[in-house]
């Protein structure tokens, strides 16, 4: 292998992708050469101080902020996206107070909705059957009052005539009306 | 006590892939969408905090990036990991930030430098650096072009494979081997630099 194939696969090395033919013949160069050995050295230092950043760790509380957006997200639906950018650009504090004003929203709205629903059901059960019922049922309605009205007196005398029967009363016809 | 159950509640919910959980949220589970934030907050944060620097930024940008997923899972047809999305989504929002607020071009050293690789004989010590090299390599990264500056991140920092850093940064797998290569070229001109500086008998150097 040549000095130029080592100063391009160098890194690669470091990295521990070349494949172990390439990888021994690039270890087998740098033991005579000063120059490549170096570069190695080099790759692998350039590799240890960038792994030695320790690893950041987000914000306490940043799991809560976001998930606070994600609820304000659902409830209202998606957003436009101008609305999303400026929601970004806004930052955790704005999110927090967003969510909290969609809350108190929620609840004025939950209350209106009560309200009317309430002066909605007073309306039907009050007004409803005062003008409905006789422009609905004017005069059908007479008329199944009349039959209903012969039919129990029907039933009545009856069990009138069965009753005076079993008695051996004559039948006077006492139910006449 | 409690904390047990909750150790056993926290490995419980480990034992869901991330796909399941998306799922879940999708179905409606909103809820859960919290086990993803709490399993990628540290990585989607360090990643905008490496890009942009200020913490403030890079919790805006990290919670954007939550946001977009939230917005986008619908959407989310699953051929890719779900990591990668998330990384690739973090990542846009990086770029659109650092073009709004960082000036473009700030290479250190030219490629042309990093061609002529001098012969050093200072004595680096296998795998050990000190303080001040390590600093200067981490200074010589923040100089680099955005586009060099992004595949050092990605795959030193955040641990991603060749592959994925291609995935995130939706290029082929030659340029992101192209940029790793020119990026860690200038880089160990640097270091190799700040070798020679700290070399007894150097000009300015550290010789006693």
Sequence with gaps: MRCAQVERLVDVFVDGRLAGQQAAAIEEHASGCVRCAESIRLARGIREALHADPALKAPRGFSDRVMAGVYRQALQGLPRPEAAVAQGARGPRGHAEAASRGAAAKVYRRLGLSFLLTAGVLAVSLLVPRIAYPTLLGRQGAVIDRESRSAVRGLLMEADSAVRGALGEPNTGGIDR | ?208
């Design chain 2, 1 to 208: 006590m409690r904390q047990e159950r909750r150790e056993e509640m926290r490995q419980e919910r480990r034992e869901h892939s991330d796909e399941q959980i998306v799922d879940r949220v999708r179905a409606g589970e909103t809820r859960q969408f919290a086990e993803l934030v709490q399993r990628y907050q540290d990585m989607v944060f360090g990643m905008a905090k490496r890009f942009v620097g200020s913490p403030t930024d890079a919790e805006d940008i990290a919670q954007e990036a939550f946001l977009r997923v939230h917005r986008g899972l619908e959407g989310f047809k699953g051929d890719a990991r779900f990591s990668t999305w998330l990384y690739r989504i973090t990542f846009n929002l990086c770029a659109d930030w650092l073009r709004r607020h960082r000036r473009p071009g700030r290479l250190s050293v030219s490629l042309d430098e990093a061609g002529e690789v001098e012969d050093s004989r200072a004595d680096v010590e296998r795998g050990i650096l000190d303080e001040e090299q390590r600093r200067s390599v981490c200074l010589a990264l923040e100089d680099l072009d955005e586009k060099y500056r992004s595949v050092v991140i990605l795959l030193y920092y955040q641990k991603l494979s060749y592959e994925q850093i291609a995935e995130v940064l939706d290029v082929p797998l030659k340029t992101v081997e192209t940029r790793l290569y020119r990026a860690r070229r200038i880089l160990r001109v640097t270091l190799e630099r700040s070798l020679q500086g700290n070399a007894p008998g150097a000009p300015g150097g550290a010789a006693s």
